[in-house]
């Protein structure tokens, strides 16, 4: 079971990273606030770093020196990941509902777990160890981050490496993702793709996943369409789309 990060265990744009830009913004005395909106947009840039960059350079006051321009790109980014981390300890990102359930799931049946996120790794256990407990790593059979895989989603470098890690064949796995970026980077590599809409991709095209749904914690929405006793989304449902090999919107 491959897990991404942002989106996908968490709702951590809207409720963490977005609100660390913007306070990292007012700290740093910089004229820039992002909207919901604005974010939305901003989200097509995978990486915090690289977005920002994206955004920094259409801006009329930024630093005309790219030696500056990039300085302060870097120091943003680096307060906002702070933040961030601030946020998480404080309880404000919570796992998204079924995320538990399913990794306690994966636990008791042995069923391998890995993170695979273009996110940092400080961030990845800033909000696993906030929900996990201080051994979070424990749980997971390998854990990819924006430092081992740099080239960042859509690239597929990320499951590439988990795959590699994890010695399994690309249809040995299943991936769990909210973005068309996830979705793409697994899928350039083979892996079936079950989508959890998250809060800035509710319509995002993503045909070729095995199933999308608005979340692990209920039955209701899916498609294709499921029924479970348990009422969520579990691993004999996994394994059931997995099976069945049949994608959606294909
Ligand atoms: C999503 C991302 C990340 C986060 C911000 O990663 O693109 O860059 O927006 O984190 P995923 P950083 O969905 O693969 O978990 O600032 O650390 O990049
Ligand atoms: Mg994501």
Not at 37 to 50: F, I, N
Not at 61 to 84: F, I, M, Q, T
Not at 170 to 195: F, K, M, N, Q, T
Request: with cysteine.
């Amino acid at each position: 079971m491959l897990w991404d990060v942002d989106g996908t265990l968490a709702e951590t744009e809207r409720d963490g990273h977005l609100v660390a830009f913007n306070a990292a913004f007012a700290e740093r005395g910089v004229p820039w606030r992002w909207t919901d909106a604005d974010y939305g947009e901003l989200l097509r840039v995978a990486g915090g770093r690289e977005r920002l960059a994206g955004f920094v350079a259409t801006v009329p006051e930024s630093p005309r020196d790219p030696a500056e321009r990039d300085g302060l790109v870097r120091d943003l980014h680096l307060r906002k990941n702070e933040l961030y981390a601030q946020l998480v300890a404080e309880g404000r990102i919570p796992l998204r509902p079924g995320v538990r359930a399913l990794m306690d799931e994966c636990d008791v049946s042995g069923t391998r777990m890995a993170i695979v996120t273009t996110t940092s790794r400080g961030n990845v256990a800033a909000l696993l160890a906030a929900h996990l407990g201080a051994d979070w790593e424990r749980r997971f059979a390998a854990v990819v981050t924006a430092e081992d895989a740099p080239r960042k989603k859509p690239d597929p470098e990320a499951y590439v490496r988990a795959l590699a890690l994890l010695e399994l064949a690309a249809d040995e796995a299943i991936a769990i993702e909210d973005s068309p970026a996830g979705l793409a980077s697994a899928r350039a590599v083979g892996i079936p793709v079950v989508v959890t809409r998250s809060r800035y991709f509710v319509d995002a095209d993503v045909a070729g996943a095995l199933a999308v749904g608005p979340g692990l914690h209920t039955t209701a929405g899916w498609e294709p369409a499921t029924r479970r006793p348990s009422g969520r989304i579990d691993l004999a449902q996994l394994r059931a789309w997995h099976g069945a090999g049949v994608t959606v919107g294909a």
